[in-house]
Structures are given as C-alpha cells and as structure tokens.
C-alpha cells in the first residue's frame, strides 16, 4: 500500500509575513530589464483607462439612481483596472512607488528608484494614449446621443477646478487607498481572493472622487479630445458648446491637475503606506534577516565505515581550511568580488564580527545582478544584498566519507523509493552507470561549523585531495625532453 502524502498549500501570510512579502515586491519593481518595465507599464496604462471607459459608461444617464449610488456603482466598475494590475503583473506608477521600500532597506539607490518610478509613469502614459487613440477612433463619445461624450467632459473640466493643495491632498488620499488594497493583496498567494481584496479600496477612491494620475492620464486628455474634435451634429445633441468647456487644455491638465496629484500619489504611496509600515516592522525586525542554515548530514545515522588504504576515518575538521576568507555583510560588492578573485576562489560564508553565519555569497549571485541591471550595477551594492540566506553547511566532526558520498550521487534518484520504502522505478543498468546518469548539482563549498559558529571551510577539491590516497602512492612522471609536449602517458 503506497503511503498517502498529504500536501499543505501556504495561502494565507500573517502581517509581519505580509511585509516580508511587500520587500520582496518593492525590490521586484526596480530589478526587470528596461523593455519589460515599459512593456508591463502600457499595458498598466491601458487597463487603468478602460477602467475608466466602464466608469463613464455605468454613470451615464444614471441621474434617476442618484448622485452616491451611481458613484458607487461606477467606482465597482473601475476597479476593473486595478484587478488586471495585479492578476496581470502590470507595472503601474501609484503601486510602483512602494518601490520606496527597496530605498530604505538599501537595496536600491535614490536615483535608481526614481528612475524606475519614471519608467513605468511614461509606460503607463503611453498606454493611455494609446487607449485614447482608439477611443477616440471608436467614437465612443457619441453614445447614448452624445451624453457618454458629455460626461467625459464634465468629470474631465471638474478635475481641472481644484486648487493645487486639494488636488495634491486628493492625491494622497487616493493613492493610500490604492496602496493599500494592494498590500491586502500580500496576504494570499489566491489570485481570485486577491482580485476581491482590491475592489472595496477602489470603489471608495473613486465613488468620493480622490485623483489617481495614471488615470487622469487617460480621462482628461479624453475630454481635451472631445471638446476639439466633436462633430456639430454632436453639440447640437448634447444641447452644448465647445465653448463651455474652453478649459480643458494641456497647459490646465499638467498644471492644475496632473503635477499636484501625481505628487500627492508619492506622498500617499511611498511615505503613508510603504515607508510608514517598513518603519512600524523595523522595531520587530532582527539585524539581519533570517539565515536558514541546512545541516547535510544527521548525527543519528550510522557510520560510514573506513577504508583501509586511509590513514583513519577521516574527520571534516582534518582537511578543512580553518582560516578561511570570510565577508563582512555591509562590504560593497566591488570589494568583495576583488577579495574572492585574488583567492581564486567562487564563493565565501557572510558572517557577523561573532563569526555567526548570516549568508553565502558567490560569483554566481553577482552574475545575476549584473545581468538583471544590464550591467550597470549600484555602486552602493553591499555583501547582504545579494548574499544567499539559505546555506548548506557540514559539522566539524562529520566524516569526509559522507561529503564524498553527497558530492558524488543523489541517493533519492540513484535509488527512487516511496516513503514505504517500496522501489517507484526498475532498471537493468549497471550501479556505475546509473551513479553516472544520476546527475547532481551540489556546491562546490561549505562553511563547517562548530555550533552556531563558522570555524572553517571545506571544498569539493578538498575533499577529493583526502580521498587521492586511495590510488596509491604519488608517482612523479617526468617527460622526455624529446617528446612532443602534447603526447599521451601511457600508464
């Protein structure tokens, strides 16, 4: 009988595992190559503004519902934007500034991070445009005989009649509500459940009327569209003139209304959510994240013997080096990677001035910085940013025999086995074969311990140099001077 091997999914993330997850999320925002980052930003701009195109087409002629309820009805229909943001992966400007959080942690630059902020709030202009191109192409503003057009122009004209210290005080608000319904998002990793947390926030921003730059973006060069390209026969609809609404321009838009809001978006964002709780959880939050050290070998588990041509069964602690090249977690990068090329060496443990193990840092993880910034890396990149924090790690007294064998094959697929014990797989190929086939992918280096502290390091090569004595005795094989460089030894 097979035994049943019952799986528990992680849904559901307390606060504090909350903000671990928005630091991961703020460190995502500034690490996508350029093309991609305005790529995700169009698409941003383009959901967002037809969030709005289901907003103007809900509230139209809906004066019999009244003023709160149509409002209310119309903010349900723009959340529309915000839950093709999240479920999409889009890049939008009002949720990309919690980016904020990446600057405190110091994972990212102040030019860097409004750098990226730029990106995404051209992307998402752009996609605006786009949008209204089509809109515009569509003649949607002349549905309902004329009244869908209309009341794009009237929610247009009264975004231009704010002073600038209450569109910039508008912005806040709407920008805390957005940032908000996405951090309730890093509560679940459940996309539908995600999608339901948005719609409240967003229902409240727009039904009380906060402004939200990127889809101001969208609205109010749609009515700048609108008031100077409708038809006569449009006007004559409506029972309006362009004249009414001579101050929806583009000097208005950028100065009354998109300036003010979209720093009101920073302030409500970056400062009031992001930064606010990052400074809240900073009192509960440890120096250094937490390291997960995974012990190789179980000191339950039987011997794994000796073999006569060593001198004795051969300790970690014997062949280890004990003083090894160790890294600082707040050494720049640039320094670090000098340190480990001069040793000729591909890696080295991060630890603490207690020789605590805090992380593993190696060549491979500063390849992968370097390719995720098209290489342009921060000058300000320290050790901790890129270290890893999960470490694979031996005992001083665990026998060099059980490192060899974990280097050399993976036993689960050597020999695939249920949890029973029962074989999953049949072959006839030779053990030396399927040892060969039975490929692993293990690190070449592991800090070895003694307790909690690190007391050398122990390498792949050091472990094959303890075990050459098994071949016998060096002999020294000396070329003849006349023989080609490059001839074979015959053994």
């Known amino acids: 009988m097979a035994s049943e091997l019952k799986v528990v999914e992680l849904t559901q993330f307390s606060p504090l595992e909350m903000m671990q997850q928005a630091e991961q999320y703020a460190s995502s925002k500034t690490s996508k190559p350029t093309a991609m980052t305005l790529g995700l930003a169009v698409m941003a701009g383009v959901f967002i503004g037809l969030a709005f195109v289901f907003y103007i087409t809900i509230t139209t002629g809906s004066d019999a519902v009244g003023w709160g309820l149509s409002r209310v009805a119309g903010g349900f229909a723009f959340s529309m934007g915000l839950i093709l943001v999240v479920i999409c992966g889009a890049e939008l400007f009002t949720s990309s500034v919690l980016s904020a959080i990446a600057w405190a942690n110091r994972q990212i630059s102040t030019a860097k991070m409004v750098k990226g902020w730029m990106k995404v709030y051209v992307g998402n202009f752009f996609g605006a445009m786009l949008l209204l191109l089509l809109v515009a192409l569509a003649g949607l503003h002349q549905l309902d005989h004329g009244q869908w057009g209309l009341n794009a122009l009237m929610i247009a004209q009264h975004k231009l009649h704010h002073t600038p210290i209450q569109a910039f005080a508008l912005g806040i608000l709407c920008n805390m509500l957005v940032c908000l319904a996405i951090w309730m998002?890093?509560?679940?990793?459940?996309?539908?459940?995600?999608?339901?947390?948005?719609?409240?926030p967003v229902a409240m921003f727009v039904s009380t009327g906060f402004e939200h730059s990127v889809a101001n973006?969208?609205?109010?060069?749609?009515?700048i569209v609108i008031q100077n390209f409708a038809t006569p026969e449009f006007w004559e609809a409506v029972g309006a003139t362009p004249g009414q609404f001579s101050d929806l321009t583009v000097y208005n838009f950028i100065v009354a209304n998109l300036i003010p809001v979209t720093l009101g978006n920073i302030v409500g964002g970056a400062v009031l959510v992001g930064l606010s709780n990052w400074r809240i959880y900073q009192f509960a939050k440890p120096k250094y994240p937490e390291t997960q050290i995974m012990r190789l070998f179980d000191k339950q588990a039987a011997p794994t013997g000796e073999i006569k041509m060593l001198k004795d069964n051969l300790l970690i602690e014997t062949i280890m080096q004990n003083e090894p090249i160790t890294l600082a977690p707040d050494l720049a990068v640039r320094n670090a990677l000098d340190l480990l090329l001069d040793a000729n060496l591909n890696g080295a443990p991060v630890v603490d001035k207690d020789k605590q193990l805090l992380g593993f840092f190696s060549v491979q993880d500063v390849l992968v910085e370097l390719w995720v910034n098209d290489y342009m890396p921060e000058a300000d990149r320290q050790v901790q940013h890129l270290m890893r924090r999960e470490v694979e790690t031996v005992e001083a007294d665990d026998s060099v025999l059980q490192l060899a064998e974990y280097l050399a094959v993976d036993k689960e697929t050597l020999y695939p086995t249920t949890g029973m014990g029962y074989a999953t797989a049949m072959t006839s190929l030779p053990l030396a074969d399927r040892a060969k086939k039975a490929i692993v992918s293990r690190p070449h280096q592991y800090p070895v311990m003694k307790g909690d502290t690190v007391v050398g390091v122990v390498t792949?090569?050091?472990?094959?140099?303890?075990?050459?004595?098994?071949?016998?005795?060096?002999?020294?094989?000396?070329?003849?001077?006349?023989?080609?460089?490059?001839?074979?030894i015959a053994g």
């Open 460 to 488: 792949r090569m050091d472990v094959v140099k303890a075990l050459r004595p098994v071949y016998g005795e060096k002999i020294n094989v000396l070329e003849d001077a006349h023989e080609p460089k490059n001839k074979a």
């Open 217 to 223: 973006m969208f609205m109010v060069p749609l009515g």
């Open 185 to 200: 998002t890093f509560s679940s990793t459940q996309m539908l459940t995600k999608a339901m947390m948005v719609i409240l």
